[in-house]
């Protein structure tokens, strides 16, 4: 089986670790700048990391809900059903020196794929890393679709909460020029 892998991001000023069969989707088509987006070799899932203007206006667990229901408006999704927002620790966090505060969000959406009329039940997780020194709102996203495949007819694996933990834990920050002069 494929190992999990540190990659780097946004050109090298982050790193993570990321699951078994990531395929980088910019190798596929375009992804905006501010975006990492990695799809499962297999399934339909994937992982997002974005880097966001600060939402300084919402504060705590609202602001995870308000990234939430962003990204349900900006996916036209026709429902949007937040299930559990919990508070992240932030010393198991990679960036736990820059980040003053995590939220991790579980939630469905209903969504309509590009050119398709019925709209599938999505489940979303999302972590929040809210980094207000760089006037920055990380949002990583792990999207989970329902399977048409079976376990059985994958050669790998679906990818599990645990590998997207793995991937908001292992997160770090090498060069903060990214975030432009502060």
Not at 81 to 109: H, T, Y
Not at 124 to 134: K, T, V
């Amino acid at each position: 089986m494929e190992p999990m892998r540190d990659y780097p991001l946004f050109g090298g000023a982050f790193s993570a670790t990321l699951p078994p069969g990531a395929i980088d989707v910019s190798d596929l088509r375009p992804v905006p700048d501010n975006q990492e987006v990695f799809c499962h070799r297999e399934t339909d899932q994937s992982l997002i990391v974005e880097l966001l203007e600060l939402q300084a206006h919402v504060q705590g667990e609202e602001a995870a809900r308000y990234h939430f229901e962003d990204v349900g408006g900006v996916q036209e999704a026709r429902a949007v059903q937040v299930e559990a927002v919990q508070p992240l620790l932030l010393e198991n966090l990679a960036l736990r020196g820059c980040c003053q505060e995590a939220w991790i969000l579980s939630g469905k959406q209903q969504v309509a794929k590009e050119n398709q009329q019925v709209a599938k039940c999505v489940t979303l997780h999302q972590a929040l890393l809210r980094l207000p020194q760089y006037q920055t709102d990380l949002l990583l996203t792990f999207n989970q679709p329902p399977s048409s495949l079976g376990p059985e007819n994958l050669s790998l694996p679906p990818w599990s909460l645990g590998d997207f933990e793995q991937l908001v834990t292992s997160l770090t920050l090498h060069d903060p020029n990214i975030f432009g002069s502060q």
